[in-house]
């Protein structure tokens, strides 16, 4: 039997470009749905289940950053992927706060966008052969992410909100290599005051959590001169 085909969703009011997207991704053997406007999106969210979703920030009606916001609030966990003609970081700071996996700025080249959508299904499809992303099993550690908790052997941890941000993108990275300055954009979003000193202190902390030998990591590990990787199977 063949592979079943991926559900894409796009949310985009602009015609001529569903029209190319429509086309370009069933070409590549996605089944794809669209929906034109900001106030139906949670309800085509819901009846379509997507295994992806393409969503424009400029709609009618609702914007995509409230549709993205809303999507993490009911706890869907798809890979988001999102555009906008407006470039400027200030939009893709938001996006990825509320929980957009990522961000393209139109005009884009449909390779792009379809390197992009692959490499999120990729990521997607390794956490559901592991388990639902929101739970993290680490050995005998447990880590609740929507609980902010670790349930260890020897008692339970709660995490602070920096620290589920944390595990979030690393996790999101997970097995690859993380560089500090990528968690300072990512994880604190070069807040004032940051720097990579920040970065160490907060993975130590996180490492008493997580590591039942925190002074000897076997998952969060660090990569001299590059920086950290969380390692899971
Ligand atoms: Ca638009």
Not at 113 to 121: D, F, K, N, V
Not at 186 to 198: A, G, H, K, Q
């Amino acid at each position: 039997m063949p592979a079943k085909q991926k559900k894409i969703l796009v949310i985009e009011d602009e015609p001529s470009l569903v029209f190319t997207l429509q086309d370009t991704l069933e070409n590549e053997g996605y089944e794809v749905f669209i929906c034109d406007s900001g106030t139906e999106a949670m309800d085509k969210v819901k009846s379509v289940k997507p295994d992806l979703l393409i969503l424009d920030v400029m709609l009618p009606g609702v914007s995509g950053f409230e549709i993205c916001k809303q999507i993490r609030e009911d706890k869907h966990t798809f890979p988001i992927i999102m555009l906008t003609a407006r470039d400027q970081e200030i939009d893709k700071v938001t996006g990825l706060n509320i929980g957009a996996d990522d961000y393209i700025t139109k005009p884009f080249g449909v390779k792009e966008l379809l390197a992009r959508i692959q490499a999120r299904l990729r990521r997607a499809n390794s956490y559901s052969k592991s388990g639902p992303m929101d739970v993290i099993t680490l050995g005998p550690v447990r880590i609740e992410l929507n609980e902010a908790m670790v349930v260890r052997p020897d008692g339970e941890q709660e995490l602070t909100t920096r620290e589920v941000e944390l595990i979030r993108y690393l996790v999101s990275h997970a097995n690859d290599p993380v560089s500090r300055d990528a968690l300072l954009e990512n994880v604190w979003r070069y807040e004032y005051s940051t720097n990579t000193r920040t970065v160490d202190v907060h993975i130590s902390k996180l490492r008493s959590k997580i590591e039942m030998q925190p002074d000897d990591p076997r998952y969060l590990v660090t990569l001299h001169g590059v920086g950290y990787m969380l390692k899971l199977q």
